[in-house]
């Protein structure tokens, strides 16, 4: 095994600039002239990237995008397996986060090749860091679904969720996603739409999502992270018998059963799971005995 190894070649996903070109840090210009084999989301963009740093690739370029990415990635483990170090880039951001990757890096791992990276700029983390919300705590939830209904359940889901919510969503779509936002998390819930990250028309808009879904229904343009306030720390009380069966329901419509739902629920209203499953059960009832 130890032999095997040290043929095996290096996986070397590299984060590329989200905006500005001079975000990119000096080893992903090392990587991109050093590589064996280049793995690009996007060829062209790879070309683009290349020439705005003044690097030559010595390596063989090839296209490693969704679209490709089962049939792509044995050809890429037997490069590694054969000795090669193998880059993956994605058009912006880190490679594997809501971008093509992690087919590749569980197959390496799994044929014990090492995999190691270059860090560079984050659109979530940006988006975060500039949203004026809290950032000790948060869960990154990619992009949600296009139709509507599992758009409204996926939210639901989170709808309790306290940290901090990160998204992303494509420009076209964003004022029905924060409508539905406002729709499940409230209107007046803080979130900020971060746009264009670090680019000439960088724009940080931040208020309640209703105010938010208003704008937005103008149009919008560009890349979208979209950072949401987590659901407030519920007191004594605040949590009625009603709201706590609404939220029960929503989770099983999201698909979720009703035992894993109740003590979600209970968890996140603060209340023993046996209130929760009495008030469903009386909900029940009352809904069997009503004329």
Known sequence: MADEAQMNGTLVLAGTPIGEVT???????????????????????LR???????VQTRGRVVSYFEGNE????????????GGARVLLVTDAGMPSVSDPGYRLVAAAVEHGIRVTAVPGPSAVLTALALSGLPVDRFCFEGFLPRKAGERLGRLREAADERRTLVYFEAPHRLDDTLAA?????????RAAVCRELTKTYEEVRRGGLGELAAWAAEGVRGEITVVVEGAPEPGPGDVGPEELVRRVRAREEAGERRKEAIAAVAAGAGVPKRDVFDAVVAAKNEARTAP
Do not use: K, N, Y
């Not at 089962?70 to 397996?81: D, I, K």
């Open 23 to 45: 975000d990119a840090p000096p080893r992903l210009a090392a990587e991109l002239a050093g590589a064996d084999v280049i793995a690009a989301e996007d060829t062209r963009r």
């Open 48 to 54: 683009r990237l290349t020439h705005a740093l003044g």
């Open 70 to 81: 089962s049939q792509r990635t044995p050809e890429l483990v037997e490069a590694l397996t």
């Open 181 to 189: 936002m406002a729709e499940v998390f409230g209107a007046g819930r």
